[in-house]
């Protein structure tokens, strides 16, 4: 059975890196969750008149980006504290 794109993505998203499958659509939940409060903030903002932001207080997209893949590089070695499996207290 030939499988469709959406599934394919679908089947992408759930791989590890290693190749493992991961627990289902916990990273597509979250980005929803993340997403729809992203929009409520802007809403709330939208109320009081724009400024201009202080250059300072802006991150580029490159940094962001570098200090992310830091931390992933730094959770690779460490404990699954995430699955339900790792009962390290």
């Known amino acids: ?11 992408k998203t759930n791989i590890h890196p290693r190749g493992k499958r991961v ?10 969750t993340l997403f729809e409060a992203f929009g409520s903030l802007d809403k709330w903002k939208s109320r009081w008149p724009d400024f201009e932001e202080d250059e300072t207080l802006r991150v580029s997209r490159e940094k962001t980006s570098e200090i992310i893949a830091d931390l992933l590089a730094r959770l690779e070695d460490n404990y699954p504290f995430h699955h339900p499996g790792y009962a390290g207290q």
Request: proline share 0%; net charge positive; no cysteine.
């Open 23 to 32: 627990a289902g659509n916990t990273a597509r939940k979250a980005l929803s």
């Open 1 to 11: 059975m030939k499988k469709t794109k959406q599934q394919q993505r679908r089947s």
